[in-house]
């Protein structure tokens, strides 16, 4: 019995015939038979994924999976539930860290996060399994989003056998037409699981047809995993592969539209010469220069990036000027950034990920113009210091979220407040505030989550601000460093209430409650 789990515009692993439930009830009227599952799909839902393996693995009789053109994500895991997993050899497996579409506040986010972390372990057993690697190499695999032939899942052992057709698949004109219109890399790309002799039976055309939309797919997941940039003193330059002679270079992330002929300066400083489009040398840069092929300097640039800053090592700025960022991911484990020359710094999105290499902003304030989340840690149990001040714009909520105590929290030199009465400093972490004046003077201070400690650390005297939240009241509240600590107002804290020698509390002729 044949089960073909192909794509169409409409369903994918998990919905419609690629369901669980639908291969259910495939399986049962199968009655022991030797079964075909035929995949071409990129995927869907990891969980419906694990329940179709399941069920192939439970079957009775002999079952043998076929990745006929492609099984990526969640569909090449269905792939590992046959006895005999084969390869068509112009198929394509892909594999990579599970995604899922989030909403909600901080403290959600975060278990996504989590829940994440264990789908990834409960995938990676499954190929563990199929393979033979150990964890510390599939892993490696599943996070770099790894593509692979039939010959190269073959030599990992993610298949059993490649499917060599006698009469191979032709009349690549019926699938050039799907790729006729994308760059000429992708073209290559999509070339090379075709034959371009012109005869074509008819089991193989039938083939082709089903698969055209997952052709489709194929082309916008190349632009969105194959694509690299590299950012230049001239904007960004996209292109697939390493930047070397010849490479096709663009303007844009689709890849659509050639870079202009100029020469361009890398963060290394290497010289790229481009024209027509294309790489024509690359000069390494000046071997007597003080470099650190590390960083990427902004001294005599202002840098504004409209879309997520992606940054594994270090972005530094030792001049003014301005610095305009969407949102930035930190990832790596020396990933920093250095802004010392001071630049005015503005920041419209979402701040995540691993900052253990240090944070630098400068001590101008750094302009909250949107509502945004901080939720970045380091390792070792530091606390991320930051020397500027926050200024918050009006009717704007800046949120620090997911930096407990354990992964070091943060810390403030600099005031925070808001650009009128109107915005609002919600503290969903541990935050130690190391300033005399109060936080958020002008403004709205929330700070009354479970997950929320609010230390005052200065080593001389500090303002204590009154809460602004609905339900008052600081969830846990430390009074550390030294000299005295000042109410402004009646306070009151709902959890842990500390008080470390030698600071000490000024009441001001006001009282602090903790029940």
Known sequence: MNIYLYDTETDCIGSG????????????????????????????????????????????????????????????IVAMGGQVVAMSKYALLMIHKPMVGSGGNADELLKDVQMLNVVQSRLAQIYMDKTGLDEVTVNSLINS?????????LDLGFIDQIEDYSQPITNSALIKKYTSAAP???????NKILNTNNNMNMENKELIDRSTSVLDKIMNFFKKVVNKQTITDKGTLHHAGELDESTEVYQDED????????TYTTASGQKVAVKDGKVQSVTPADPDAEDDDSSFELSTYNLSVGSTSFIAETLSKTGAGAVSMQEIQLSGSISSI???????????????????????????????TTSVTFSTWTAGNVAIAWANSFLIASGKTFTSAGLSSTLGGMTTTGTINGGDATAIFDNRSTYTHNNASAPMSTGKLYCNQA???FIYGLAGNQDIAVRSDATPGYQNLTLQGSGAKRLLGNVSVKGIYTVTGPATLNTNGFALTNP
């Open 145 to 153: 989003v790894t593509w692979m032939t039939a010959d190269q899942a």
């Open 184 to 190: 000429a890399i992708y073209q290559r790309c999509i």
């Open 338 to 368: 250095q802004f010392t020359g001071n630049p005015t710094v503005s920041l419209s999105g979402n701040f995540t990920g691993d900052c253990r290499g240090g944070i630098n902003f400068g001590t101008n304030p750094v302009n909250i």
């Open 451 to 453: 997950a929320n400690t």
């Open 17 to 76: 015939i690629l369901s669980s439930a639908y291969i259910q009830t495939q399986l049962q009227a199968a009655a022991g038979q030797d079964v075909e599952v035929h995949i071409s799909s990129v995927g869907g839902s990891a969980f419906d994924a694990i329940a179709i393996y399941d069920l192939l693995k439970k079957y009775p009789g002999k079952v043998t999976t076929y990745i006929d053109a492609l099984a990526a994500s969640a569909a090449s």
């Open 255 to 262: 890849m659509s539209t050639p870079a202009a002929a100029d």
